[in-house]
């Protein structure tokens, strides 16, 4: 995706020397889970699923974006969730070529028949890098990207209100629409959300 200078300590590439496992970031990230339905009770059918989902994802993104690399920068840092995927983007990805990648993924995977919802939050975090050099990333910023995308209609991308005025400032808001959902992160604080068009 981008042409960044390879430094090394940029949190998504991999550490040269032990001592790095662990690194601060904010950064943006997307969550978006599947709604299997009735016939993914049977095996063959939940396989048949995921490789559909896959696919669709390699289709829109093998070509642009960078993950799992050892040996250059890294655009996302990639997780299976179970029923559905967190991406992780570089601190210093475009917010436009998120929104671009957040719809094309929703809108790609809606269309094939699946019941998708999305969060997309931009936080602290840490970067992770486990014993086989696989990164992930936790902190708030996941955790709030997960309840955003838990109050998400179907096929329906959900904004926190930090994100969504972040690009406003920035004139990124590309049709942002403050709904009346919000997310509670404490019984006295909520934040606002907004719908992103498909």
């Known amino acids: 995706m981008s042409k960044r200078k390879s430094k090394r300590n940029d949190p998504f590439k991999l550490p040269i020397q032990t001592g790095h496992n662990f690194m601060s970031i904010e950064n943006v990230m997307l969550v978006f889970r599947v709604t299997w339905g009735e016939k993914s009770h049977e095996y063959q059918d939940l396989r048949k699923m995921i490789v559909k989902i896959e696919q669709d994802l390699h289709d829109l993104m093998w070509e642009e974006w960078d993950w799992n690399e050892k040996r250059k920068i890294n ?4 997780t299976a969730i179970g029923d559905g995927y967190s991406i992780g983007f570089h601190p210093k990805t475009d917010n ?47 955790t ?3 309840k955003v995308c838990d109050i998400a ?5 959900l904004i926190c209100d930090d994100y969504a005025k972040l690009l406003e400032v920035n004139h990124e808001s590309v049709g942002l629409e403050l709904i009346e959902k919000c997310v509670e992160l404490s019984p006295n604080k ?7 068009p498909l």
């Open 75 to 78: 655009d996302i840092i990639f």
């Open 144 to 146: 709030l990207a997960f």
């Open 190 to 196: 909520t934040i606002a959300l907004h719908r992103l």
């Open 153 to 157: 209609a179907e096929n329906e991308i």
């Open 96 to 142: 436009g070529e998120i929104l671009r990648v957040a719809t094309e993924i929703v809108g790609r995977i809606g269309n094939n028949g699946f019941k998708v919802r999305a969060g997309l939050t931009k936080g602290l975090n840490v970067r992770h890098v486990d014993k086989n050099e696989l990164m992930s990333v936790f902190g708030p910023g996941v």
